[in-house]
């Protein structure tokens, strides 16, 4: 069973679509987040939700929403995607702060 | 601000040669800190964590760290490289109750057989 997974694992999709990115955690971890790596393989944080209440927002454009509907599922949506998107974006769970598990990763291309 | 520095991009080392992997943070306080490593097209793994007591931790795959206040380090060993362990590797960083975890820019590591 895994801890964290995400779907899809791959998105292509052209300039100007809307895309949603899905995220479940069965470990019971009260902390979820998004982070962005880029094509340096640099990990940014994006999002953070604690107890499904928002609680990290980075400087992050408005057409990133996430949306957490419980504890175990923090979603991703994207609006008007740009060729800038193009990156892999890492779902985790932690409990407090203790260590964070992270998914599989969804590799968005834009075109 | 926190930050992470991982000063090598690229480590190259020969199979069973030992290895050591430089992480410095800037921190006030005592951070928890963390070693993830990351094979290609794959997600983070954890390999070990500090958050407080003995300053030596033990992870998986034969890894240790150390945690030295004074040097703000904490640096990953392993005595003896495998093939298998080349991959990308990330030192972390988060401060109690922030829940904002800080990453290194990686060091990739590449073993010659």
């Known amino acids: 069973d895994t801890a964290v997974s995400q779907t899809p694992k791959y998105l292509v999709t052209q300039m100007g679509n809307d895309k949603s990115i899905k995220c479940e955690q069965n470990?019971?971890?009260?902390?979820m987040y998004w982070y962005k790596q880029d094509s340096k393989k640099f990990l940014k944080i994006m999002f953070s939700?604690?107890?499904?209440?928002?609680?990290i927002n980075e400087t992050v454009p408005n057409r990133f929403s996430p949306k957490s509907p419980d504890k175990a599922h923090l979603n991703l949506h994207i609006n008007s995607l740009e060729l800038g998107d193009s990156a892999v974006y890492f779902c985790?769970?932690?409990?407090?702060?203790?260590?964070?598990?992270f998914g599989q990763g969804t590799r968005l291309t834009v075109v | 601000a926190q930050s992470v520095t991982q000063p090598d991009i690229h480590i190259t080392v020969s199979e069973g040669a030992s290895l050591e992997l430089r992480c410095n943070y800037s921190?006030?306080?005592?951070?928890?800190l963390f070693w993830y490593v990351q094979s290609p097209g794959q997600g983070l793994q954890l390999l070990l964590k500090?958050?407080?007591?003995?300053?030596l931790v033990q992870g998986i795959k034969g890894f240790e760290a150390e945690f030295k206040r004074s040097q703000s380090s904490f640096n990953l060993r392993k005595p003896s490289v495998h093939w298998s362990d080349a991959a990308e590797y990330f030192c972390?960083?988060?401060?109690?109750?922030?829940?904002?975890?800080?990453f290194g820019t990686g060091t990739r590591l590449k073993v010659l057989a």
């Open positions: 470990l019971g971890h009260d902390t």
């Open positions: 972390a960083v988060v401060s109690s109750g922030t829940y904002k975890y800080i």
């Open positions: 921190y006030g306080a005592t951070p928890y």
């Open positions: 500090y958050f407080s007591g003995d300053t």
């Open positions: 939700y604690n107890n499904k209440e928002l609680i």
């Open positions: 985790a769970a932690s409990m407090g702060n203790t260590e964070a598990f």
